[in-house]
């Protein structure tokens, strides 16, 4: 039988979510997990083992179908050597050769990337950037990733470490970030620090679900938040669109999700900030295939053998 499909794997602080994807990039099937759960690095490499196996045995495949399995990975990755350098958000992982360790046991092709890396490939050619040759997307959650698009490929970097826009710095000075560096985008609008501050404004837990209900519904103190969410990314946006001069800037993930008062206050931020030249014409959009990107990404990876 001719090898019809990829596996698709995106790995996040939170959840694994594997895909198995279609030629067509669409997705047949998938199976979510609960990354906390597996509280070493070792559980965690038996899980996506395991994720892979069952997810073929569950559609009655065998394992020639499978023509490759890619990964969507959080934090700094060697796609050529498929080489996690380590996890800024997910402690215990340095300098780990997962490609040559999952290939020996799943007996298959295997290809690593970032996994806003991934993000940005699925975006740019099944979703909200496609026809754009130049795009910067964003994946705003646990952490804040980014993965640039230039002339139409994945742009890596001479390292294949290019597009961590979350950790680009906004001050001089600041908090210490998981990453090593001071004062990142990631300190100020990641999930967790999200979550404190609006429990400090609120005096109580409060999602960030119910943040953006509130400020739909006109909560002043909801409206606030959101609005200064928005100044920072645009700051850092403004530099990145004064560099790159993209055509357009896709905003995913959970925070994303926080709708017109975040959208606008980052539009505003950088019409105000960038160069006019590099901003006249740029569109900041809303991510199209929200939680199966990273997967179909990762499809997209394995497909054509890392050469995307």
């Not at 909801?222 to 946006?237: D, P």
Request: aromatic letters at 6%.
């Amino acid at each position: 039988m001719s090898s019809t499909y990829t596996i698709g794997i995106d790995l996040g602080g939170t959840y694994l979510k594997i895909a198995l994807v279609e030629a067509s990039n669409r997705i047949k099937d998938k199976q979510v997990y609960d990354t906390r759960s597996y509280r070493n690095k070792e559980s965690l490499i038996n899980a996506i083992t395991t994720a892979c196996q069952n997810i073929i045995a569950k559609n009655k495949l065998n394992k020639n179908q499978i023509s490759a399995i890619g990964l969507g990975l959080p934090g700094p990755i060697n796609s050529k050597k498929g080489l996690v350098h380590f996890f800024p958000n997910i402690p215990g992982w340095k300098e780990v050769y997962l490609g040559k360790i999952l290939k020996t046991r799943l007996k298959n092709d295997i290809y690593l990337d970032n996994d806003a890396n991934l993000m940005a490939l699925a975006e740019q050619r099944e979703g909200a950037a496609k026809g754009f040759a130049n795009a910067v997307c964003l994946t705003l959650g646990t952490g804040v990733g980014g993965g640039l698009i230039l002339e139409g490929k994945l742009f890596r970097g001479t390292d294949f470490a290019a597009g961590e826009i979350g950790h680009i710095p906004l001050g001089i000075s600041g908090e210490q970030c998981n990453c090593g560096g001071r004062a990142c985008l990631e300190r100020y609008i990641g999930n967790n620090r999200l979550l404190e501050k609006a429990k400090k404004s609120f005096g109580k837990n409060i999602s960030l679900e119910e943040l953006s209900q509130l400020s739909i519904k006109r909560n002043k103190k909801a409206i606030a938040f959101w609005q200064e969410t928005g100044v920072y990314l645009g700051v850092v946006l403004s530099g990145v669109v004064n560099l790159l001069n993209p055509g357009i800037i896709v905003l995913g993930g959970g925070v994303a999700n926080a709708g017109k008062i975040l959208f606008d206050s980052v539009k505003n931020t950088i019409r105000q900030r960038a160069m006019p030249v590099q901003s006249e014409n740029l569109r900041v959009v809303k991510a199209k295939l929200g939680r199966d990107a990273g997967m179909i990404g990762a499809g997209i990876l394995a497909r054509e053998k890392g050469k995307v």
